[in-house]
Structure formats: C-alpha cells, structure tokens
C-alpha cells in the first residue's frame, strides 16, 4: 500500500544522571568522590533510502522514543548511552512540526543522517565537582531532559519527469514501455491512484526517473478528486510532460491542456517555470488527426506561435525513441537551472550560541504585582535544571555561579535589596548581599 503521510510522535532519550559516590577502599579511609557520569539519552536519527518507497511501516505507530542513558556509577564508571533509534523513510520525504507547519528537514540526500532530536546529556557525576576549595562535593547533576516532537511525514517523490494529463491519456502505457515499471493499466478513470516511478535508459549512456502521476481533474487544486495527492508530487519534479489523448471524442485536447496548466497555476505558479513538453497519444486513433489539428489552432490563437508537439502511440510503441530523447534533452537543460542543494542546506541546523553571542543570557524584570524581581533567560533555565535545593553542596555552588554571571550585580542596579524576594524558575529567594 502507498501511503506518502502521516504523523508520529518521537521522542528523544534522557540523559542519565551523575552519581553520588566515595571510594571505601581497603587502606583508603578517605578515598575522595566518585561518582561517575550518566550515559547520554539516545538520539532520534531519519534516514532516507532509496529502496523505501513507502511511509506505511510508520502509519501505525504513535509514538517512537529512544533509549534512556544510565546512571552514573561508584569507581568513576559512566552510565551507558542510549541507543539511537533509526528511522528510514523514502528519499524525497518531509518532516515537519505537526504543531506549527515548520519546515524541519528536506531529505533530498540518500543515506545521509538527520539528527532530528537530540538525547539528553549525561548528568555529571560529584567526581568531576572536586576542586582544590571542595575536595569532597555531595551533589551531582542530574541528566538532561529528553526531546519531544509531534511531527508530519509528507513524501514528495524525486523523479526527474513526471508524465501529466486527465485520467486515462495513456500515462500509465508510456511508462510502461519506455521503463521497466509495470504499472496497473486499464480503460477505466483513477487506474492509477498512486505515483509509479521508472527508470529510463536512453541508448546515448544517459538515464532518468520518470513519473507517472495520478490523473488529474478540474478542482484539483481545491482537492477534488486525487486533489493534493497528485499535485504535491508535481512540486518534486524536475519537467513536466502534458499527456493528452489523441483518441478524444468529446470537447478538444487545448481545454484538457488548459486545464492542467490551471490547476498547476492556482496550487503553485512557480511548477510552471519548470521545462514542459507537449506529448499526443494514441496516434493510431481515427480521431487522431482532427484532434491534433483543432489543437494546434487553439493554441496558435491565444499564444501566437507554433505549439511544439511529440506525436506517439504507447500502445504500439510508435515515436517512443523520440520522446525519451526530448525528455532527456528537457532534463539536462533544467539541470544547467538549477543549484545543486548540500546536505548542509537540506536540512534545518539548530546553532549552539555562546553567551558571548547572546549577551548575559539572562534578564532581570520586576513583576509589580507580586512584589518580586524576576530573574529569566536559556542560562537560568540550564542552571535550574542541575539545581538540587536539597543538597548544601549544590545550593552552594548555585550561589557562587549566579554571582560570576553577574545577576546579583544586575539586581541591584535594578532596585533589589536586602529582604526582597527574588524569583528564579519556580523558586521565590530573599535577596541578601
């Protein structure tokens, strides 16, 4: 079955935390802290292969978490690290925030990692806390947090031509013959209900991915019909080839044409700027002759000049060399176009910044209401997460590291003083130089 979207929850491991731990060892009455690190949480890692075709293995599953790291250990042992969780998917697939419609990656690259989430880090242990002022620290850090994300898999196939048309012009038999795809084929609308991919051996050496995609419809673009489905795919091609049906009874192939050139238009103008070119099936048709003459008449009449035309018939086999010329032709033509994408730019890289980059990483705002100074920022945030108000150790170490970054300084140049309450996280402090 083809499936090209659905949503998943993933979340990322926790880091483990660091232990609290003294050696006791024979001879060694004083032995000295060590309590080792906690392991890292395992990582959410996307993968695109090129012999996945599907997102149906991910349809029913919610929910995707990676391992958690260990503890820290006595004797100075780190926690194990989580295990990353790998998840392939087909090349040519989006992920995006379900919850705000970003962007987060392209996977336009095969077998190229994406670190979508990142595990916690492992918590330190007290033996990395002993100093020459603190030989024997009591506290550790606890590991951080995990990451969650409700994400949106969307699969757009990579193909560098897509075969385009009303339903039943004959795409499925084209591609059934210049390629090796053998697609469902019958006389009947909506044969094909999803994107067959081929490739294509031109006798020069050159190759190609061809694509023959659902029939289209007027009101496509509104949804109507195949709707979405078929148009979405159109965005990921390189050029796009009209199919009409030369075997046509009733109304003529230019308002077929103009058709899909609208509904292209109305989804996305910019699919119009790719190479197009104009195919009529079914030359052996007694009707062939009068549909390709009323067709280049239409044309010729709105766009004052000569429609280039490649004339076939899938059915027999007729002028098939031809069109794969031309298209291989088209291809490399928009190739010269187009900027070749790194892996790099396929995919949204979140930059640690500096303190230095972001100032004081913190902010000092006094909430009128409550009566309190109000001290906020992402440093603040990272020093209350390895806060244990528990434990004099670390409330002590808490104290010196708020001075070094200069809150108690920005407090007072603020109005605090002594016997105001000060507000940190969750935690109310009263103010005493």
Sequence with gaps: MFIDETILKIVSGHGGDGAVAFRHEKYMEKGGPSGGNGGKGGSIIFIARTNENTLLPLRYKRIIKAENGENGKIKNMTGKSGEDTIINVPLGTQIINNKTNELICDLTIADEPVEVLKGGKGGRGNAEF?????????????GGPSEELEIRLVLKVLADAGLVGLPSVGKSTIISVISECKPKIASYHFTTLNPNLGMVQVSDGRSFVCADLPGLIEGASSGLGLGFQFLKHVERTKVIIHVLDGDKIEGNLFNDYETILNELKIYDENILKKGQLIVINKSDSPHFNDN????????KNKYKEEPEIIIISAILNEGMDNLIYKIADLIDSENEKIEIVTSEESFKEYKFVSDEEKGKGFTVTKD????????????????????RQDNQDSVLKFAKTLKKLGVEEELKINGCQNGDIVRIGKIDFEFND
């Design 130 to 142: 002993a100093n020459s002022r603190n030989k024997a620290p009591k506290f550790s850090e606890p």
């Design 292 to 299: 390709k003459n009323n067709f280049i008449k239409d044309y």
């Design 368 to 387: 009128y209401e409550n009566l309190v100074y109000v001290v906020s920022g992402p440093i603040i945030d990272e020093l209350m997460r390895t806060f």
